[in-house]
DNA sequence: CTTACGGCCTGGGTGC
DNA sequence: TGCACCCAGGCCGTAA
């Protein structure tokens, strides 16, 4: 599912009931997404549960061990393509693919739902924080706009592929690129070191826009996604590029197209978002 | 170093 | 109804 958006919206919405909750029990069903199974099964019982962050589209727990004098670790949680994180009441029937329950000290459940089995969850050492959170890039609503430009500066890759590359920017997905992209009028094919310092600034105008809307909105459900209370969000209604093929664009009216840039699905407006001299092959 | 691409996994929609 | 095929918001490993 989740972009940061999704993230931020399950986020706020756990760190509602989570914080100072001890997981008195976890159980597992199928680990292959899972870094160290057994890991989790020995640290994560009698830990106490002392922040919920979001950090791109990692949703980072602080736990506090069972043991007084161990040191405080990371559990890490990435909902992948059709990851949900939800509380309920354990006697609640859990959905299909549901893989993962912690039993709370409170009496409720933090259940993790999969279907596609691409989100992931790993410990993470405190010490090991830098070394594998540094290698994300720049949080897109935090960053300036000196920043901004210099992180695509000189790319050559296409500005769609160079958006969603985790090292360049945290938390952007294939919904928010495209929407972003219809938004500053830059077509996705376009080379990131070819957009000059105007459309750097439309396009960093149009990225925090779109996402500060979009949360704003409890992110966009198209398939799989719902907040941590499991309820859908309202931002697909207000997509003007995403998966709007054959539709009317809202500025011009031009039917919105659908290419594959960097393997993956991209809406534009043809009229609206140039494509580049040189077209499919680069520029 | 950077960029491009196939693969992982399951399910929903479409067209014959 | 059945079946083949395409598509899906994630990222990782490999190759060029």
């Known amino acids: 599912m989740p972009e940061l958006p999704e993230v931020e919206t399950v986020v706020q919405g756990l760190r509602r009931v989570l914080p100072g909750r001890r997981v008195v029990a976890l159980r597992l069903g199928k680990t292959d997404f899972i870094e160290n199974p057994a890991e989790l099964e020995a640290r994560l019982p009698g830990s106490r549960i002392s922040t919920v962050r979001r950090h791109g589209k990692f949703i980072v727990l602080q736990m506090e061990p069972a043991a007084r004098a161990?040191?405080?670790?990371?559990?890490?949680?990435?909902?992948?393509?059709t990851g949900r994180l939800v509380t309920a009441a354990p006697d609640a029937p859990a959905p299909p693919h549901t893989h993962a329950f912690f039993s709370l000290d409170n009496g409720?459940?933090?259940?993790?739902?999969?279907?596609?089995?691409?989100?992931?969850?790993?410990?993470?050492?405190?010490?090991?924080?830098?070394?594998?959170?540094?290698?994300?890039?720049?949080?897109?609503?935090?960053?300036t706009e000196v920043q901004f430009r210099s992180a695509?500066?000189?790319?050559?890759?296409?500005i769609k592929a160079a958006l969603l590359d985790q090292r360049v920017f945290r938390g952007l997905g294939n919904i928010y690129t495209d929407e972003s992209l219809w938004r500053a009028r830059i077509h996705p094919m376009r080379?990131?070191?070819?957009?000059?310092d105007a459309d750097l600034r439309r396009l960093r105008r149009a990225v925090r826009h779109v996402l500060a809307a979009a949360?704003?909105?409890?992110?966009?459900?198209?398939?799989?996604?719902?907040?941590?209370?499991?309820?859908?969000?309202e931002f697909q209604l207000r997509h003007r590029a995403y998966q709007r093929k054959g539709k009317p664009c809202h500025r011009c009216g031009t039917a919105i197209e659908r290419i594959l840039v960097a393997g993956r699905s991209s809406y534009f407006c043809p009229r609206c978002q140039r494509a580049p001299r040189g077209d499919r092959s680069g520029q």
């Open 70 to 81: 161990a040191d405080s670790f990371l559990f890490l949680v990435h909902l992948g393509m």
């Open 108 to 143: 409720r459940e933090l259940r993790y739902t999969d279907i596609r089995r691409f989100g992931s969850m790993r410990i993470l050492e405190e010490k090991n924080r830098e070394a594998t959170l540094g290698k994300l890039g720049l949080d897109p609503i935090e960053a």
């Open 152 to 158: 695509l500066r000189g790319r050559r890759a296409r």
């Open 191 to 196: 080379r990131a070191a070819n957009l000059s």
């Open 215 to 233: 949360i704003r909105l409890g992110g966009s459900s198209v398939s799989d996604y719902v907040n941590a209370e499991g309820n859908p969000g």
